[in-house]
């Protein structure tokens, strides 16, 4: 039984490690690539430096904020308040 039991411990201990590096690779990888892209997207290295920046200013996290609270507070009032559906309006009679 003992024999068993270390035999399942170190299949278990050599699947977690396997999972460990495939998930350091994955992460590694895509790290790196949304870098490249969001430095791409800026115009390169030049304005990378600004837009970190940018990114670390308190100011911007503040309108940033209160953006995303602004567009949750229109979300939230559209959902609590019921549709109305509107009606063709009635066509007036034609004189002849």
Request: hydrophobic share 45%.
């Amino acid at each position: 039984m003992t024999h068993e039991t270390n035999k399942n411990t170190t299949t278990a201990v050599i699947a977690l490690l396997a999972i460990n590096v495939l998930l350091l690779v994955y992460v590694g990888f895509f790290k790196h690539d949304a870098v490249w892209l969001e430095t791409m997207k800026v115009g390169w290295r030049e304005n990378m430096t600004l837009v970190q920046q940018l990114y670390n200013s308190d100011m911007y996290k503040t309108q940033q904020t209160q953006a995303i609270q602004q567009v949750l507070s229109s979300i939230n009032q559209q959902a609590v308040q019921p549709t109305v559906e509107t009606q063709p309006a009635a066509e007036a009679p034609v004189a002849e």
